[in-house]
């Protein structure tokens, strides 16, 4: 019993997956990505350019490259792709007509490009506890 608990080694190494997280200013991409990393959701500034961040889970780490979303910001998006193994595209369903819309034609780019066009995406309709939410049908 005592050789086969100090015996054992080091657990094995958990697989590693490298996401991009893509989405306009204000969805919540750094919001998603503290709270998956157990970080206080206090002082979060929104990201200019990128960060990385490594999401550890029981089974896997998310090693998770989130991309800025201002105007001058997402024709860079391409450049940081490659290498991708999954894509998270974050929208505000509670944001206005037009950066909806905007949102819309964000998320069908990144759908069309070859790099990321066989790759699995989730999308996330963020900020459903705001009074303007809209519904998965209607976003």
Not at 7 to 19: A, I, Q
Not at 125 to 137: E, M, T
């Amino acid at each position: 019993c005592f050789r086969a608990l100090c015996c054992k080694g080091p657990p094995p190494p958990r697989p590693e997956y490298d996401l991009v997280c893509i989405g306009l200013s204000g969805s919540g991409k750094t919001s998603l990505l503290s709270q998956l990393c157990s970080e206080t959701p206090e002082n979060i500034v929104s990201t200019t350019g990128f960060s990385i961040k490594a999401v550890p889970f029981q089974n896997a780490i998310l090693n998770v490259k989130e991309l800025g979303g201002a105007d001058n910001i997402r024709k860079y998006w391409s450049r940081y792709y490659q290498g991708s193994q999954g894509v998270i595209f974050v929208l505000d369903s509670a944001s206005s007509e037009d950066d909806l819309e905007t949102a819309r034609n964000e998320l069908h780019s990144a759908l069309q490009h070859p790099q990321l066009c066989t790759l699995p995406f989730l999308i996330l309709a963020n900020h459903q506890d705001k009074p303007a939410a809209r519904s998965v049908q209607e976003v």
